[in-house]
């Protein structure tokens, strides 16, 4: 079974960048898209960006396209979002999550989540 492990959160400026990192250990890891989610709170789970099993394709929501990128390595069994421009209203716990088939913007449809990585946007 895939665990997932998110790293690289922390306190950024308004107009900084962070790059997150999702390192899998304990499955075949290229089986699977990831996603990336944010929870804020008292706010629901919302879609951030997904990438396919081989890093071919690559999908966002309008909040984040052209401020976030999200990319993959297998050989190191990562996936990385890196986020620039960021705002304090992109202040959230960001997920990643893994998904063998289903709805890639559907929080439900996903197998295996990590534990989360807390993002802050604050002067």
């Known amino acids: 079974q895939v665990q997932l492990v998110e790293s690289g959160g922390g306190l950024v400026q308004p107009g900084g960048s962070l790059t997150l990192s999702c390192a899998a250990s304990?499955?075949?890891?290229?089986?699977?898209?990831v996603g990336w989610f944010r929870q804020a709170p008292g706010k629901a789970r919302e879609f951030i960006s997904a990438?396919?099993?081989?890093?071919?394709?690559?999908h966002y929501p309008d909040s984040a396209k052209g401020r976030f990128t999200i990319s993959r390595d297998n050989a190191k069994n990562t996936v990385y979002l890196q986020m620039n421009s960021l705002k304090p209203e992109d202040t959230a716990v960001y997920y990643c999550?893994?998904?063998?088939?289903?709805?890639?913007?559907?929080?439900?449809?996903?197998?295996?989540w990590g534990q989360g990585t807390q993002v802050t946007v604050s002067s």
């Open positions: 999550a893994a998904l063998r088939r289903g709805d890639f913007d559907v929080p439900d449809e996903y197998d295996i």
């Open positions: 990438i396919s099993w081989s890093g071919a394709a690559a």
């Open positions: 304990g499955g075949t890891f290229s089986n699977y898209a």
